[in-house]
């Protein structure tokens, strides 16, 4: 059995590894959209979307208080 786990375990490591390898690593850029405090998933997502063709996401700051996040791929 114990044979089986570490074969198992070598088979695992080499895939990961070749994973790894192959996998295309793109910088992302972020951008914060000033606001009042108060962020809208969606009105967030909609000015992300406009203005980037990317993504956003409302975060909470240390003060509960509410930013829109935007992030896209840096060309």
């Known amino acids: 059995m114990a044979s089986f786990t570490s ?3 070598a088979v695992l490591l080499v895939f990961s590894a070749l994973m790894v390898h192959h996998a295309a690593a793109q910088e992302m850029c972020h951008n914060l959209i000033p606001g009042n405090g108060n962020c809208d998933a969606s ?12 993504t956003g996401a409302c975060t909470q700051t240390f003060t509960n208080r509410f930013n829109c996040i935007c ?5």
């Open 71 to 75: 992030n896209w791929e840096c060309s």
């Open 43 to 54: 009105t967030c997502q909609m000015q992300c979307s406009s203005l980037n063709q990317g």
């Open 7 to 9: 074969l198992f375990c």
